[in-house]
Every structure is written in C-alpha cells, then in structure tokens.
C-alpha cells in the first residue's frame, strides 16, 4: 500500500547527501510519535521513534528531533542510500487514548544515483 | 511467525457483496489496530483491540464496518454491502500493548477493490 494519488510532497536527493524531512503534528496532548517508511505495495515499516519527554533520539543513520513548542518533528537521514528511496510518514500518539496512530501525509523521497 | 500476516493480499468483489479480511498478529501482542490507507484520505485509523474487546471503534466509517477479535490472537474486519468507496488497502498493526507507548509493527495489508 501507498499514498498513491495523494499529492505528495517530494524529497529528491543524491545518493549521499542528507535528508531532512519534515513533519508537523496535531495534537500538543500526543506523547508518542513515530516515524514510518513505506516502500510500493508493502505496510509501513518502523523506522524511530520518540517520546515526548525527549527532543533528540538517534538510530542507525537516523535522527529525529521533535519541538513540541511548534509542534513539529523532522527525521534526518544520513548519507542517503537509494534503498532509502520511499514514502515517509510521521505518526503521533497518546498512550492514554489506547496509542491510536494519527498519521502525517506523507513525503516521497527519491535518492538520485 | 515473525511478523503481522494478512489475507487475502488482494481482494476483488463486485459492489454489494460481503468481504471478509484476516489479520494474524505478532505472537504475544494483546493491541492489534485496523488502518485504511486511501487514495485521497492517507492513512486513517479504524478500530483496535485490546485483548477481545474493542475500547474504540470511532474511525469505522459506517455501520457496514464490524471487526472482531476471538482468542486474543486473530482479527477479521468485515465490510458488509460493499461500496466503490470502500477500495483502499486495509492495514493491520499489533503492539505488545495499547496502554503504554510502544511500537506498532504493520502487515502487508489487504488491497480490495470494489467493482
């Protein structure tokens, strides 16, 4: 499954480089947030996550920052490789409302050899 | 097994009929969640289980939607009398829990298509 029709935004970048993507959130009561890869035709698969007592978690290549000032969560990238290429989507949450995921519209990322 | 399972993959009907979709969770996982991923509409959250009961059922987007949950392990969500509107790619995710903030590991999801 994927966005596909959705007007995505898109994220081009070389093979490489980093990548930034953006995300802003809803609901300033969400204590959980998520980010999620989708390649064509699979589920979204976990990527990192955060909560919201943190405002920096990092992984393998992967670093999220959430401003819960703004309301607003990025996922960084780095060195961009093009099995990265996908569709990105941030997901918020409240553990008290049963973790119900509220999903961000996504951004397309395509990694340029 | 190792991950969220779902069947059928793809699912074909004609407008009108009954469908029935499979969810087999990760061993062990008590939530399970049901997500409709549309052209137009993104991801959207539909129901979720804790345990056999079902806390929250507000994103079924009509009274032709029903999902159940037996044994704790393996949902079906059902659309009954079909609508065009109802093609999309259903989405089933479990967690070890829905009380604490934990990982929501997806399936592949089903893709139905109403003729």
């Known amino acids: 499954g994927e966005s596909v029709g959705l007007h995505l935004p898109t994220l081009s970048v070389q093979e490489g480089d980093n990548s930034i993507i953006n995300c802003a959130y809803s609901?300033?009561?969400?204590?959980?947030f998520i980010w999620y890869k989708q390649e064509s035709g699979k589920g979204p698969q976990f990527i990192i996550d955060?909560?919201?007592?943190?405002d920096k978690r990092q992984g393998q290549r992967v670093t999220v920052l959430l401003n819960k000032t703004v309301k607003h969560l990025s996922l960084q990238i780095a060195a961009t490789q093009p099995g990265d290429s996908a569709v990105y989507f941030c997901?918020?949450?409240?553990?008290?409302?049963?973790?119900?995921?509220?999903f961000g519209g996504g951004t397309r990322v395509l990694v340029k050899p | 097994g190792a991950g969220v399972s779902q069947s059928p993959s793809n699912k074909v009907t004609e407008k009108g009929k009954d469908v029935e979709l499979r969810c087999d969770p990760i061993?062990?996982?008590?939530?399970l969640y049901w997500y409709r991923q549309s052209l137009g509409q993104g991801l959207e959250f539909l129901i979720y289980?804790?345990?056999?009961?079902?806390?929250?059922k507000s994103g079924l987007p009509s009274d032709r939607f029903s999902a159940e949950r037996t044994g704790g392990s393996v949902s079906t969500l059902t659309i009954q009398r079909t609508q065009q509107e109802d093609s999309a790619v259903y989405l089933c995710?479990?967690?070890?829990?829905?009380?604490?903030?934990?990982?929501?590991?997806f399936g592949p999801g089903t893709r139905l298509l109403v003729l």
């Open positions: 609901n300033s009561a969400s204590d959980y």
């Open positions: 061993s062990g996982h008590t939530a």
């Open positions: 997901a918020e949450t409240l553990a008290a409302a049963g973790n119900k995921l509220t």
């Open positions: 289980f804790q345990g056999n009961s079902a806390p929250d």
């Open positions: 955060i909560r919201s007592n943190m």
């Open positions: 995710a479990s967690s070890r829990t829905a009380i604490h903030q934990v990982t929501q590991y």
